[in-house]
């Protein structure tokens, strides 16, 4: 089994940077993509940015060339990358992680990011 636990979230202004940070524990060796998820009051959760096993990486089109993602597959972690931030950025962060064969979807329990104008 595989656990996720998120950090970094934060209040911030707008224009401003933050890093989130996932640290995963148990079976990191079976862990195939990692991606960082969102989710804003009365809205979807969305797919912000995802990363393979290889580091092969995708953005959501809003986040290009402001986020960026990247992993340690040896130390289970993952991180993201915020700069340029804006009100639109608000949302909860979520974690998540693809296990095993059967690409099991794992979340950690959420991060709030708060972006003032």
């Known amino acids: 089994q595989v656990q996720l636990v998120e950090s970094g979230g934060a209040l911030v202004q707008a224009g401003g940077s933050l890093r989130l940070s996932c640290a995963a524990s148990g079976s990191i060796f079976s862990i195939n993509v990692m991606g960082w998820y969102r989710q804003a009051p009365g809205k979807q959760r969305e797919m912000v940015a995802t990363i393979s096993r290889n580091g092969y990486t995708n953005y959501r089109d809003s986040v290009k060339g402001r986020f960026t993602i990247s992993r340690d597959n040896a130390k289970g972690t993952l991180d993201l990358q915020m700069n340029s931030l804006k009100p639109e950025d608000t949302a909860v962060y979520y974690c998540?992680?693809?296990?095993?064969?059967?690409?099991?979807?794992?979340w950690g329990q959420g991060t709030q990011v708060t972006v003032s104008p």
């Open positions: 998540n992680a693809l296990i095993g064969i059967y690409l099991t979807n794992v």
